[in-house]
């Protein structure tokens, strides 16, 4: 069965430097989605990625966050410049392969990033 | 931001009954909502889905029911089963694709 593949599966980085979160999403999937969750909170949404540009962001997708899609299969999340409040795990989610299932992402295992 | 409320931490149920999980929203803007059972140290895994459209779907012993004039939707498990055990997390769609999601019901099923 298709799945999201996410590289790293922990990252751990020194406050202000730079991260970059992997995600392979389900082949010929449409949508492309970072969520994050810090611990014992709810899982939030970040950024949705379409058609090569974003299609939505929340308030947390401040400048220190960048989404790219730099080939055909990955798509990568950076945080510029890290904080201590950005430890969280953070979920890659794909969608959108028929219009029947443009709501059902699949998410990914995960990236536990600590900033120390 | 309690748009999506799972109200109940925590379920014990024993093995061959059923498990019944709830959510609450609040924004009638929602027009999708989905299911999703997580383990620890795991990403969430999608299990049923249901469009404002519909009151009610199927799919083997998962059962999702949607009240939109009480702005509640239900998960049924039967029979549950040991392997059930794990946090259940709603989560609504308004709009994109952007998902909101409840705080998690943990179910324990007992053999």
């Known amino acids: 069965e298709p799945e999201v593949t996410q590289t790293p599966s922990h990252q751990v980085t020194q406050m202000g430097q730079e991260v970059i979160l992997r995600c392979v999403p389900i082949?010929?999937?449409?949508?492309f989605y970072w969520y994050r969750q810090i611990l014992g909170q709810k899982v939030e949404f970040l950024v949705s990625f379409y058609n090569n540009e974003i299609s939505e962001k929340s308030e947390i997708f401040d400048d220190q966050f960048s989404v790219e899609r730099p080939d055909g299969s990955n798509f990568t999340l950076k945080i510029r410049s890290t904080k201590l409040e950005d430890s969280a795990m953070y979920f890659c989610a794909s969608s959108g392969w028929r219009v029947q299932a443009l709501g059902d992402q699949y998410f990914g295992p995960g990236t536990r990033l600590l900033v120390l | 931001d309690q748009q999506v409320k799972q109200n109940s931490p925590s379920l014990s149920v024993q093995e061959g009954r059923i498990s019944i999980l709830n959510c609450d929203y609040t924004?009638?803007?929602?027009?999708?909502f989905l299911w999703y059972k997580k383990y620890p140290a795991e990403g969430p895994t999608f299990l049923i889905s249901?469009?404002?459209?519909?009151d009610k779907n199927e799919d083997g012993r998962f059962t999702v029911f949607l009240n939109k004039s009480a702005k509640h939707l239900s998960l049924h498990i039967v029979p549950s089963q040991p392997g059930d055990s794990a946090v259940y997390f709603c989560?609504?769609?308004?709009?994109?694709?952007?998902?909101?999601f409840g705080t998690g019901t943990r179910l324990l099923v007992s053999p």
């Open positions: 082949s010929n999937h449409l949508y």
């Open positions: 989560a609504a769609k308004g709009g994109f694709q952007k998902l909101v």
């Open positions: 249901i469009s404002s459209i519909k």
């Open positions: 924004n009638s803007m929602f027009d999708y």
